[in-house]
T-cell receptor, first 113, second 113 residues
Framework: ETGVTQSPTHLIKTRGQQVTLRCSSQ?????VSWYQQALGQGPQFIFQ???????GRGNFPPRFSGLQFPNYSSELNVNALELDDSALYLC????????????FGPGTRLTVT | AQTVTQSQPEMSVQEAETVTLSCTYD???????LFWYKQPPSRQMILVIR??????QNATENRFSVNFQKAAKSFSLKISDSQLGDTAMYFC??????????FGKGTRLHILP
């Protein structure tokens, strides 16, 4: 059984650019949730994907978008990057939408300059 | 809206001592889940313990136990016989009817040799 993996580990982008972050869910899991963790803060929920459909969204603008693929891996896309988008982006996978057994990946550290 | 508050930004204790981390939350819901997550310097978020609000009995996982006071909306974590490997950020988190996890800002715990 493989755990949750994320790529890349680190990323540096310039303000205004676009970025795609990737997440592979744990074997047997069909739900992926994405979180933004700013430095010194707790993670904030961005959105969740269940069986390739968005299943809930936090307080993030539309330039944050996502996808889930038939193998339940997922992408987080951020357009028009802003300096405040600099953060650790975590994904978590679970089985079903009742996500009290979420398993987190190691995160992608995004720096926007 | 639900909120989670951790009033201790940072704590230090000697190895083998017992330490209690505090958490309060606010919600109008009656059924929900509460969690404590650990985030070591390696960044991977790990679930430490989970409590269902409808269960009166406090959850226990080896050296980790909680004191759940539903009326007071309090959910503290006790770590007994603390070990160097317990050094990490600890996040209290809430999940309600919408299945979205809300995290507190965290407590940085240092276990001193």
């Amino acid at each position: 059984e493989t755990g949750v993996t994320q790529s890349p580990t680190h990323l540096i982008k310039t303000r205004g650019q676009q970025v795609t972050l990737r997440c592979s869910s744990q074997s047997g899991h069909n739900t992926v949730s994405w979180y933004q963790q700013a430095l010194g803060q707790g993670p904030q929920f961005i959105f969740q994907y269940y069986r390739e459909e968005e299943n809930g969204r936090g307080n993030f603008p539309p330039r944050f978008s996502g996808l889930q693929f038939p193998n339940y891996s997922s992408e987080l896309n951020v357009n028009a990057l802003e300096l405040d988008d600099s953060a650790l982006y975590l994904c978590a996978s679970s089985s079903g939408t009742t996500s009290y057994e979420q398993y987190f990946g190691p995160g992608t550290r995004l720096t926007v300059t | 809206a639900q909120t989670v508050t951790q009033s201790q930004p940072e704590m230090s204790v000697q190895e083998a001592e017992t330490v209690t981390l505090s958490c309060t939350y606010d919600t109008s819901e009656n059924n929900y889940y509460l969690f404590w997550y650990k985030q070591p310097p390696s960044r991977q978020m790990i679930l430490v313990i989970r409590q269902e609000a409808y269960k009166q009995q406090n959850a226990t996982e080896n050296r980790f136990s909680v004191n759940f006071q539903k009326a007071a909306k309090s959910f503290s974590l006790k770590i007994s016989d603390s070990q160097l490997g317990d050094t990490a950020m600890y996040f209290c988190a809430f999940m309600g009817r919408d299945d979205k996890i809300i995290f507190g800002k965290g407590t940085r715990l240092h276990i001193l040799p």
